[in-house]
């Protein structure tokens, strides 16, 4: 772990071999080829990005190179040596660690048993050496400048303690391949610089670093390389210091991004919606806004604001400790999701396969899943009502599937982005909560919820829209109200409206850090 | 402060409110002498619901658990009619490694076929007992026909405490070193509290279930030895819905039904509740029929405690809220 | 690959769905095992093949498919009760109970009735609206309501239900046909119409295979399942109904076992045991199979605890064999 050389400078790196290598690396599943014949290089004390849309197939080589995965074809090559990794125990026998998205670890065991799971120091008698096992986990903490106390129980950390944590793992099975996949989305400012300290220290030791990430400051702040694959394909690679960011972009999404948003003009009519002091004891505070007839009000803060909470309030998933919600300047009491269809309000949230669909029936029984009394008489299911209900709002939505007794978990990520949505527009609502709605779904798809979102909004429905990511907010809204640690910071419009002035709101004048 | 509030602490309580509350009408119940038999008449439930404990931790149940301690215990009397001179020593091995056996079937099938553990357990619920039956057409095996080593054993004095109530400590020993300082230990809370990340960490889930169905049935088939010997009898219906009992015992003892989360004190103590209030309710002159409804009642208010103490506390994204909690 | 180019695409409502078709043959593989173990016991014993023989047979699964219907439905929403046979204890001891009384015929079905449908509404909020698994739950009120028959009763029996009573369990309506199989087959309709042709039936369905999912689209998730555990109660009084005055007395211990057969029976059934997947047709064949199973064994002089090795085997098997068989097939590929 304590290696003595100091990183080699890039100018040398070139001569370097890489630690290890993907080679015409291929992962099908049924339906998907996940990864079609990539490459990959990693080089020891240097930071290669990993980026490409969300489908790019950045989690299936992930998966491959942690041995979750095994490939169909090609080969894994470290040291110039090809390698088999069948099971997760050779990728870490190999020296190859991955610091996961949600820091998925363990609740009840202690930070140090969490640091040494599956390999933990034994005594003589084969038994865990607890005594060395947490002081080695204290000097690893030390070592990354966390105060955390090896001994308590995980689930009294916080959530940045927590990825600290799962650092020290990744060091401490002296891995020389640390996969870090998009470690600074859950993270404070103060927090990301600090993971990126860590990261110097990391290749100073001659590691080789994968950083995924979706945001380009800190690719281009912490990376020496980048690697850009795009469905499943190997688009190029190069330095970080022979591109700009607009190369990137074009490589990710093979196409200009203006052309995105086709954002059309709307007439604004009267309010419909009218939201007043919204609480809740834990995740939001105060919540006011008013939205209009034809209006898209975006909600953008940084992931873990407290706006999907508060949207799910908003339909009865949650109850808040005060306020109320006006459709229609009447005061609606809304308690479950069954009473905010009633009251005209639909949510399609982000988490598609858990709350949005259910992947296991039919595209049509999802369809008129919502709307079943519409669809049956006397509590009796009528089916060629179901499936002329289900034709309607699917093919407005331009829905590609072999039958509508498909079931949805056989379509791509954007065709059940399309069945969700089809869905909460046969209720007929007057206002649409779309979280997150272009999440996870290819470009075409992208474009195709883009341009249908305008044309609700022009027919005269109301669209409130959470994402966060910038250029959609702003090629979307007509107005944003950023969020941040649970309360609104900002209602901006028209001029107002820019990159720097949402960041800005989004991440607080003042730094602020989580002592944990 | 949190340590007052641990399942532990509440069970340790309740177990002393239980006795003083006996005490007050009957003192003979809490002299040592009766103590340590109440203790020992619970070592069956204490061994085996530390074995279901390593089972429900991994997000299993093993409701075979009684079945294989009548199978197993069964075939220990059939061995002792066959061969009276067999050694105690050979008898217990032979316990052991036959529970052992009938645990590995739970768990391969669990293992090998996904096939979800509640079926799988019902099924050989039915099977193991089933045997018996065609092992001895109906037949008892009485004391008479065992011999005085075999049934002597258990119930031999060693220190004031009979041997049944000493091997209830050492497996209680040996399962709380066991769990929290063996990797297979560690693995099982790993695989019950986290699955996903389990197998990041190069934990095998399917195989830490199968080790948990050993275990489980291991301790069964050592409890199946000790029982027939301690009762003197053997027949198709001994312990017959035992493992409710044993599983009542894990959720008493503030084992959760979801897993990844639970003590063996806390399983042991949960045992000893159950075990003090079925020798009390004679002592105090209730029915013994009541203990069924008791255990019943007990089963649902532990796991309601259980539930509000595991709720999950949510995102606390508001940051005067967080200071507040 | 651009989409929104192209001119709409129609969709086909239906292809020949392969999930479907597999259904489809779960349940005539399932029927031809129950021609075949019919002509085999046809084969086996002389006494088989006799209207009232068979009439008999079928007394070896009425009671337990009133109840394996809906159980069936609570399986497929991602919920199981294991108190079903306790909660007949609890409702038989209630009729003896209302018998010593006084009680007639009317009142002691009513009251049969009522403590099933009490019992559910007991797991059901508990499992509702403490937010409970319901495995453990039932496996606690399973030792509760026996053991409350248990604190009536003692080691005692009730006896002498006024012989009216005894119309449910022993009655014919015309020659073979007995009651218990009239109330069966009229169960088996409604509950196939419950499942498969209603909006009850679809939300069932999409309960088990996604709660959340289906929370978020509308559906008011713990009122159905609420409606389930009373069904299920309200069926396990039904049944307690049956089975007391089939044998006409009341024993804390009746009916013990039976929900393991009942499990047995639905999952036989072809319904997924994780929930999402059944059907009702499905269950009723396996009522059919298993009657038929304990029927034959029994003319061949087989004991019941034996039977009960066949029906744990089966319960395995039913599941591990197709498993076995896909693991097999991908082998050899």
């Given at each position: 772990m304590h290696m003595s050389h100091l990183a080699?400078?890039?100018d040398s790196s070139a001569a370097q071999a890489p630690i290890l290598s993907l080679d015409k690396i291929t992962k099908s599943f049924p339906g998907v080829k996940a990864l079609d014949?990539?490459?990959?290089?990693?080089?020891?004390?240097?930071?290669?990005?990993?980026?490409?849309e969300n489908g790019a197939g950045k989690s299936t080589v992930v998966k491959t190179l942690t041995g979750i995965y095994q490939p169909d074809g090609g080969r894994i090559i470290m040291d110039?040596?090809?390698?088999?990794f069948l099971a997760p125990q050779d990728a870490a026998d190999a020296g190859v660690t991955a610091i996961h998205q949600e820091t998925v670890l363990f609740d009840e065991l202690t930070v140090a048993e969490n640091v040494f799971i599956g390999h933990a120091p034994k005594t003589r008698f084969g038994l865990i050496d607890t005594k060395a096992m947490h002081l080695r986990t204290a000097e690893i903490l030390t070592l990354i400048g966390a105060n955390i106390d090896a001994?308590?129980?995980?689930?009294?950390?916080?959530?940045?303690?927590?990825?600290?944590?799962?650092?020290?793992?990744?060091?401490s099975i002296e891995a020389r391949v640390v996969i870090m996949d998009e470690p600074t989305a859950a993270l404070s400012q103060t927090e990301i610089e600090e993971l990126y300290e860590l990261v110097d220290t990391l290749k100073a030791q001659g590691k080789a670093i994968l950083f995924i990430s979706h945001k380009f400051d800190e690719i281009f702040r912490i990376a020496d390389r980048y690697t850009v694959f795009r469905d499943g394909q190997f688009v190029g690679d190069g330095k970080i210091a022979d591109v700009q960011e607009s190369d990137l972009v074009q490589m990710m999404v093979g196409r200009a991004v203006e052309q995105l948003f086709p954002k059309r003009h709307a007439e604004i009519g009267a309010e419909v919606l009218k939201v007043v002091g919204y609480s809740h004891p834990t995740e939001f505070e105060d919540i006011?806004?008013?939205?209009?007839?034809?209006?898209i009000l975006g909600f953008y803060g940084l992931v873990g604001a407290g706006r999907s909470e508060f949207m799910q309030s908003l339909i009865g998933i949650t109850r808040p400790s005060k306020g109320a919600a006006r459709i229609d300047d009447k005061v609606r009491v809304i308690r479950s999701p069954a009473d905010a269809i009633k009251a005209g309000i639909v949510y399609v949230p982000e988490d598609r396969g858990k709350q949005g669909a259910i992947l296991d029936m039919p595209i049509f029984q999802n369809v008129t899943l919502p709307s079943l009394n519409k669809t049956s008489r006397d509590g009796f299911l009528r089916l060629a009502e179901e499936f002329a209900l289900a034709r309607e709002y699917t093919e407005r939505l331009d829905l590609r599937a072999a039958s509508l007794d498909t079931n949805v978990g056989a379509l791509s990520g954007g065709n059940q982005q399309k069945v969700v949505i089809a869905k909460w527009l046969a209720t007929q609502p007057r206002v649409i909560i779309l979280d997150e709605p272009t999440k996870g779904i290819d470009i075409g798809s992208k474009a195709a919820v883009h341009d249908f979102m305008s044309e609700l909004a022009s027919q005269g429905l109301s669209v409130i829209m959470v994402s966060s990511e910038i250029p959609e907010v702003l090629g979307m809204s007509d107005r944003v109200i950023v969020m941040r640690e649970g309360r609104m910071v900002a209602e901006l419009e028209g001029a107002e409206l820019s990159p720097e002035t949402l960041v800005r709101h989004a991440v607080g004048i003042q730094v602020e850090g989580d002592a944990a | 402060m949190s340590y007052l509030k641990s399942r532990e602490a509440i069970l340790f309580g309740a177990i002393g409110c239980l006795l003083l509350v006996v005490a007050t009408r009957f003192p003979g119940f809490?002299?040592?002498?009766?103590l340590v038999a109440v203790f020992t008449d619970t070592s069956p439930l204490m061994i085996l619901a530390v074995g279901q404990m390593a089972v429900i931790l991994t997000r299993c149940i093993d409701l075979s658990v009684a079945a294989n301690l009548a199978l197993t215990g069964m075939v220990c009397a059939m061995i002792n009619v066959a061969a009276p001179d067999l050694p105690v020593a050979v008898i217990l091995a032979v316990s052991i490694a036959m529970g052992a056996m009938l645990g590995a079937i739970n768990g391969i099938l669990v293992w090998k076929l996904s096939i979800p553990p509640i079926v799988v357990t019902l099924g050989t619920m039915t099977i193991f007992r089933g045997i018996i039956f065609l092992l001895t057409e109906g037949k008892w095996i009485n004391a008479h026909e065992m011999s005085p080593h075999f049934t002597g054993f258990p119930r031999a004095d060693i220190l004031g405490m009979s041997v049944l109530g000493w091997i209830a400590v050492v497996v209680s020993v040996v399962m709380i070193v066991a769990m929290s300082r063996t990797s297979l230990g560690r693995s099982i809370y790993a695989v019950g509290g986290n699955p996903h990340a389990a197998v990041y960490t190069g934990i095998d889930v399917g195989k830490t279930q199968f080790a948990a169905f050993v275990i489980s049935g291991m301790l069964a088939g050592l409890t199946g030895y000790l029982w027939v010997a301690r009762y003197s009898v053997a027949y198709v219906d001994i312990a017959g819905g035992f493992e409710l009992d044993v599983v009542a015992a894990c959720v008493i003892g503030g084992v959760s039904i979801a897993g990844g989360a639970g003590t063996v004190a806390g399983t042991l103590l949960g045992a000893l509740f159950l075990g003090v209030v079925k020798n009390a309710l004679p002592v105090v002159d209730i029915s013994p029929f009541w203990q069924l409804a008791i255990s019943g009642a007990a089963i649902i208010i532990a796991v309601a405690f259980n539930a509000q103490s595991g709720r999950s506390k949510g995102r606390v994204i508001l940051k005067s809220a967080e200071h507040a909690q | 690959m651009s989409l929104v180019e192209n001119a709409p695409r129609h969709i086909p409502d239906r292809l020949r769905h392969p999930l479907q078709e597999k259904l489809v043959r779960w349940e005539s593989l399932l029927l031809a095992v129950a021609v075949a173990i019919f002509i085999l016991n046809s084969l086996a014993?002389?006494?088989?093949?006799?209207?009232?023989n068979l009439s008999d047979a079928t007394f070896n699964f009425t009671e337990k498919a009133m109840i394996a219907f809906a159980m069936a439905l609570l399986i497929i929403s991602g919920e199981i009760d294991l108190s079903v046979a306790a909660i007949i204890a609890l409702a038989s001891t209630a009729m003896g109970v209302a018998m010593e009384m006084g009680a007639g015929t009317p009142a002691l079905v009513l009251v049969g009735l009522t403590t099933g449908l009490m019992c559910g509404a007991f797991n059901g909020a508990l499992v509702t609206k403490l937010g409970l698994p319901s495995i453990v739950v039932t496996i606690g009120t399973m030792s509760l309501f026996r053991g409350i028959s248990y604190i009536v009763l003692g080691d005692g029996a009730f006896r002498g239900y006024p012989s009216s009573f005894s119309w449910f369990g022993q009655g014919y309506v015309f020659w073979v046909i007995s009651v218990e199989l009239v109330i069966f087959a009229i169960l088996a309709v409604v509950f196939g119409v419950l499942l498969h042709k209603t909006n009850f039936g679809r939300m069932v369905y999409a309960i088990g295979n996604n709660p959340t999912g289906a929370l978020f689209s509308g559906v008011r998730v713990d009122r159905v399942k609420m409606t389930l555990f009373l069904l299920t109660g309200l069926m396990s009084g039904l049944a307690a109904v049956c089975l007391t005055s089939r044998l006409g007395s009341t024993r804390p211990s009746i009916a013990s076992g039976m929900e393991l057969e009942i499990v047995t029976m639905v999952v036989l059934g072809g319904v997924n045991i994780l929930g999402g997947s059944g059907s009702i047709p499905g269950v009723v064949i396996a009522a059919f199979v298993m009657g038929l199973v304990t029927f034959g064994l029994g003319l061949l002089n087989v004991p019941g605890i034996v039977m009960s090795i066949f029906i744990g085997l089966l319960l395995i098997g039913v599941i591990a064999l197709p498993r076995l068989w896909a693991m097999w097939r991908n082998n050899a590929r």
């Open positions: 080699p400078s890039s014949g990539v490459d990959l290089h990693l080089y020891p004390g240097e930071v290669t990005a990993l980026i490409g110039g040596q090809p390698v088999h001994g308590v129980k995980l689930k009294d950390l916080g959530i940045a303690s927590r990825h600290l944590v799962a650092i020290a793992r990744a060091l006011n806004f008013t939205l209009r007839q034809g209006e | 809490v002299a040592p002498q009766n | 014993s002389p006494y088989f093949l006799n209207a009232w």
